[in-house]
């Protein structure tokens, strides 16, 4: 096992893009949005629910983690504080919900490479696999490749939308014409897909802890670069949507054919192009840098016993995970089947549980280590601490009881996300019964 002081480390500037890949990737996949929620609301929730979903978790992570700056990250915080069943709990979820989120990336590859290539769609299932695989040989490099890699690609993620905004103040005459924001007249199951909609573009901020030993100065590297990276996404996220409102875009056809669509009336077929190409280097960072996230969890799960030892081997030369990265592209092979809003109902209810265990450790961790030393710590107490953690409950419920009270296809994935999360406590047993060396005190 190399020593920590022996792994090649990443910078600030390439940490701001693994983080911008993992919780974001550009706008993509927020088109559906203003068909959710209308005119009125969009903007509304696009600015308020990362506030109370995405502001309690940033904070969460720092305070943890600057206690903390271990591999493994949330799945080793909630195992200190809260014991190992609910560590086994946490990884386990992460582990299930990432599969589900990993699986999405490569088809939307194909849908937007189809710009280009329409027959391209016929090949949908190679295409995919090829762009599995090929990540999964860019993480076994390790994560200094990727950070570079993620770095190249969040340029051509955000230039045209960057290109976009110019445009369209260029062309525009007048005063912005912004709908007054309300929710009133969207329905009690359109409020919770327009939630998870950006739930599922805001979640992800505890991933990038996983290989906290691996960043250069992690404390101040992650203070610093978490918030960057906020800031750029809020900013990416309400233009566009604004752009979309005042180009007076079909929302169906926003919805079907995505932000390329919007390029092409905004500022023609060329923009279309560069939205479209942006897209595909979108999908292929972000799924870079999730499966370098989640492929660090069950390799520090295997050291402690609780998932078969060979998935902790690393890479002679790399010294990457390259088993638990293998067995991870396998699986999110199988999956890339699946339709887009299932895996987002799915996606967010299950990255939910998992999240609200590193609240409870939060607390927990003040209440009974008060003076341990936190280089950065949430200037609230005990109560308050509480209350920061019931707000993105609440988002979380709303969510999902719109998504089990929809009488269309919604309630599906949701009863099998709650299922999903069951499983848990079936591979717990499963471990102490098969597994009894393992460290399950």
């Known amino acids: 096992m190399p020593s920590v ?49 995405d502001v309690p978790a ?37 582990w299930l919900y990432t599969f589900v989120d990993l699986a999405i990336y490569p088809v939307l590859f194909v849908e937007y490479a189809s710009f280009f290539f329409p027959e391209l769609a ?69 409020m919770g897909m327009a939630l998870y909609t950006v739930m599922w573009n805001c979640l992800g901020w505890d991933n990038v802890t996983t290989y906290a030993e691996e960043v250069e100065k992690p404390v101040r590297s992650y203070l610093i670069s978490i918030f960057v990276a906020f800031v750029l996404v809020l900013v990416v996220y309400f233009f566009t949507i604004l752009i979309a409102q005042q180009s007076h875009i079909d929302f169906a056809v926003l919805t079907d054919k995505g932000f390329p669509a919007l390029g092409i009336l905004i500022g023609g077929q060329w923009l279309g192009i560069l939205i479209a190409a942006g897209g595909m280097a979108s999908t292929l960072g972000i799924y870079a840098a999730v499966l370098l996230s989640v492929s660090r969890v069950p390799k520090v799960m295997a050291d402690d016993g ?17 088993i ?17 809003a299932d895996l987002l109902i799915i996606d967010v209810t299950v990255y939910g549980a998992g999240l609200f265990l590193e609240y409870i450790s939060l607390i927990r961790l003040r209440m009974k280590e008060p003076d341990t030393l936190r280089p950065f710590k949430i200037p609230l107490n005990i ?32 009863v099998f996300a709650v299922c999903a999360l069951l499983t848990a406590e079936i591979a717990w047993w499963i471990i102490k019964w098969t597994r009894p060396t393992a460290k399950v005190g």
């Open 5 to 53: 002081s022996t792994i090649k480390k990443i910078r600030p500037l390439q940490l701001v893009a693994v983080i911008f890949f993992t919780v974001s990737g550009g706008p993509y996949g927020l088109e559906p949005l203003l068909s959710y929620a209308g005119q009125h609301g969009a903007l509304l929730l696009l600015m308020l629910t990362p506030m109370v979903w």
């Open 324 to 340: 638990s990265i293998i067995i991870c592209s396998i699986v999110v092979s199988l999956m890339v089947l699946w339709t887009f």
């Open 383 to 414: 109560a308050g601490l509480v209350i920061m953690a019931l707000l993105p409950l609440v988002v979380y419920f709303i969510a999902l009881t719109g998504a089990l009270s929809s009488a269309g296809k919604g309630i599906m994935p949701a």
């Open 122 to 190: 016929a090949y949908k299932i190679p295409v995919c696999l090829l762009i599995i695989w090929l990540s999964a040989g860019l993480n076994i490099l390790g994560i200094v490749p990727v950070g570079k890699v993620s770095l190249l690609l969040s340029v051509a993620v955000l230039t045209p939308f960057f290109v976009l905004i110019i445009v369209f103040f260029y062309h525009h005459t007048g005063a912005l014409s912004i709908p007054s924001p309300t929710l009133k007249g969207i329905s009690f199951p359109s």
């Open 306 to 322: 609780l998932l078969p030892k060979w998935l902790n081997k690393e890479h002679s030369k790399f010294n990457t995970p390259y």
């Open 58 to 94: 940033i904070f969460t992570v720092l305070e943890l983690n600057s206690m903390m700056p271990i591999e493994g990250g949330y799945y080793r915080w909630v195992k200190y504080v809260l014991g190992t069943r609910w560590g086994f709990y946490e990884g386990w979820w992460t």
